[in-house]
């Protein structure tokens, strides 16, 4: 690059005018915005992810992601996209030049879809919770596996850092690649943000616990999907004859029965055949699904797949029903229409909200044992705590009354509004420094120790703090809001023939002699000043709480392995399988 008139040529490198904000900041990457088989309007959906320009190597290969492709059902290593950097630094879309059919048979396309499809579920994630979000194992990268085994499976390992995808033969005579599917990388990432976040949600627990991970992840990936304009235009007006420039929509078509037929029941039918554990299925049973007031007790939702339907019903049901309020204050542009571009507008932007809302509860939901009552009480309180008017479309009370229908209610120790009481006891922060307090985890456990009884913790149980998180959110006015998040978790281990002391029975399956853990933890919330907000958690000398979950253990097997580690080991690959087969 020249500079100045008539002076010597200067050649600068690309990481110097990257520095001086010379080259753009962002890159934007093609990728399938639905799985390849859908055919709405007879077309694969291609969309574009915008994301900040890192220094890539080839795989893709960022600071956070790095796709690793290696076959083993071949034993076969694929090469990899090279970085996609033009010669002047700046960063390009190496899928641009290539025709729609090549895209869906190049490895190179393939490896681009699901590093970019991760990538943009990282940074909803990153954006909701207003911090860097770091994963459950030792490393700083996740390594994507676009095709790595011959089979109807696709699943997140902690054990191998990894998202692994698989394939296998579809009904039409061709290939089905897992990794091409939107709904099932997001749905694989969104279990590996969710463990980096509540690594303890894996561990044997609750019933609600292990359907809280299925569920939570079916919807991130549904609401990211219906935030897309196109995905939402699409699913609007499948199945129907419209012209490519119509412009306007029926009144009668956004109806409350309308729009689920169209934009949710539409788009599940539309994602080609069901696939081993992304959202399709999900999608099309919640929107089915009838409210029991005691399905709780159902055998039926024992299962963790389907219980967490339970879950998206709820959040998709909200999303409707605000989609609807908005659509609502909209004027006609002729008698019995109105315009098609406002109606799609709203919708993203409900979705949007939503799945902002539902990521940001997760700092609000105790770190062991969450039930969906306490994920309900989280997201109200998350969204006060941004946003105290309930604002014009009253998302909290939506989502409030979609939960209600299934009788599920806020938290016991939750306010009249459904959100966490605030913390009123008196506190002790004598030798505490609230600089180290937001960042040090020996600072927490000393506040935490010099409050214990306050925070009615048990003497006699092992405290541990597991993370310490300052965040800064952006408000609707445009305001910081910063809090400091601190997680711990107490742990007692005891004897099968321990547990009558505690006043708990033993379970038939439990061995004699047996050790088994009992889990209490919580989260606390403090305000830019070092004031504690909110002390939200499970008493680890709960017991009824803790007999419920050890007769869960005994129902689900637990009782048949050596320890929570080997438990625990492989259980997104078990789950999804298990859900492929049926069972």
């Not at 997001?186 to 019933?207: F, N």
């Amino acid at each position: 690059m020249a500079t100045g008139t008539g002076a010597k040529t200067v050649r600068r490198s690309a990481g110097y005018s990257r520095l001086r904000g010379e080259t753009p900041l962002w890159r934007d990457l093609t990728i399938l915005a639905q799985d390849p088989d859908a055919r709405l309007r007879g077309d694969v959906i291609w969309s574009s992810v915008r994301l900040p320009d890192e220094a890539l190597l080839p795989g893709p290969c960022g600071a956070r992601i790095k796709v690793v492709d290696y076959d083993a059902s071949l034993d076969r290593f694929y090469l990899p996209l090279p970085g996609g950097y033009a010669s002047n630094g700046t960063p390009t879309d190496p899928m641009l030049s290539m025709t729609p059919r090549q895209r869906l048979s190049s490895v190179h396309f393939h490896q681009q879809n699901a590093y970019a499809i991760a990538m943009r579920i990282l940074a909803r994630f990153e954006t909701a919770l207003g911090r860097r979000v770091n994963y459950a194992f030792a490393g700083h990268q996740l390594h994507i596996a676009p095709h790595a085994f011959s089979e109807a499976n696709a699943y997140y390992s902690r054990e191998s850092r990894s998202l692994c995808f698989g394939y296998f033969p579809n009904n039409g005579g061709g290939t089905t690649f897992t990794c091409l599917s939107h709904d099932i990388v997001a749905h694989e990432m969104a279990h590996a943000l969710l463990d980096g976040l509540r690594p303890r949600y894996i561990d044997p627990s609750s019933p609600d616990q292990a359907a809280f991970h299925e569920g939570f992840a079916d919807v991130i990936a549904l609401l990211v999907l219906l935030s897309d304009p196109r995905i939402v235009e699409t699913a609007l007006l499948a199945g129907r004859a419209v012209a490519a420039t119509q412009r306007y929509v029926a009144i009668k078509s956004v109806e409350e029965k309308a729009l689920k037929r169209s934009a949710l029941l539409g788009l599940a039918e539309s994602m080609g055949e069901p696939l081993p554990n992304g959202s399709t299925e999900a999608l099309r049973r919640s929107v089915e699904l009838k409210p029991m007031r005691n399905w709780s007790e159902s055998r039926e939702y024992a299962e963790p797949h389907q219980r967490g339907e339970v879950l998206v019903h709820c959040l998709l049901n909200a999303f409707i029903k605000v989609w609807r309020q908005r659509i609502s204050a909209l004027g006609q542009v002729k008698p019995g229409f109105l315009d098609l571009k406002r109606v799609v507008e709203e919708g993203a932007t409900s979705a949007s909200h939503l799945l902002t809302m539902s990521i940001r509860a997760i700092d609000y939901t105790p770190p062991t044992d969450v039930s969906f009552s306490d994920y309900l009480t989280a997201i109200l309180t998350a969204d006060r705590e941004m946003l105290p008017d309930d604002g014009r479309y009253g998302y909290r009370q939506v989502i409030r009354d979609s939960f209600a229908a299934w009788n599920i209610q806020p938290a016991p120790t939750a306010d009249a509004e459904g959100c966490w009481r605030a913390f009123d006891q008196r506190l002790n922060y004598a030798h505490i420094r609230f600089e180290s307090l937001q960042r040090n985890a020996d600072e927490a456990f000393r506040f935490i120790w010099n409050n214990a009884k306050a925070l009615k913790l048990s003497p006699n149980a092992y405290c541990e703090v597991t993370g310490v998180r300052p965040i800064a959110r952006t408000a609707p006015d445009g305001l910081i809001v910063r809090e400091t998040v601190v997680d711990y978790v107490q742990m007692l281990s005891v004897r099968s023939d321990e547990l009558a002391a505690l006043g708990l029975t033993r379970p038939p399956e439990m061995p004699e002699f047996r050790e088994v853990r009992l889990y209490g933890g919580g989260v606390l919330i403090f305000d830019e000043y070092g004031t504690l907000k909110f002390s939200i958690g499970n008493d680890v000398c709960d017991m009824p709480r803790q007999q419920a979950r050890l007769d869960h253990l005994g129902s689900v097997g637990f009782f048949e392995y050596r320890s929570e580690a080997e438990f625990s080991k492989g259980f997104f690959s078990r789950l999804h399988l298990n859900r492929a087969c049926g069972r």
